[in-house]
């Protein structure tokens, strides 16, 4: 990352898994994030086994805005091993990759 990125950059996604090392790395991109002058950064919680893994992402995270969670799903997996898009395969990911980017371009649309 360097400056050259944050001019046409509104804001960074940082995708994490419910983990204290993905929590310090999601920590560390924030920094340099905000060091080039990018204000704006999301969460969004990967392969969610439950809601005790949401519930740990949104702990660790409280000083983020956390956009949703992606399920973990073995359906994914298999869309990736067979070389076919997840859209036929794992419509479940699907729908909830769908409410995150909604979200997104609300708060976006907001300003926030």
Do not use: W
């Not at 001019?7 to 080039?36: C, H, M, W, Y």
């Not at 519930?55 to 660790?60: A, D, G, M, S």
């Not at 479940?92 to 649309?109: R, W």
């Amino acid at each position: 990352m360097g400056r050259g990125t944050a001019q046409s950059v509104d804001a960074f996604i940082i995708v994490v898994e419910p983990g204290l090392r993905s929590f310090q790395t999601a920590r560390s991109i924030n920094k340099l994030a905000k060091d080039i002058g990018i204000s704006k950064c999301y969460i969004i919680g990967s392969k969610c086994c439950d809601e005790q893994d949401k519930q740990l992402i949104l702990h660790n995270m409280k000083d983020f805005n956390v956009l949703g969670f992606v399920s973990f799903d073995s359906d994914i997996v298999k869309s990736d091993r067979l070389g076919k898009g997840v859209f036929s395969i794992a419509p479940h990911a699907v729908a909830e990759v769908c409410e995150i980017k909604n979200k997104l371009e609300q708060l976006l649309i907001r300003g926030k």
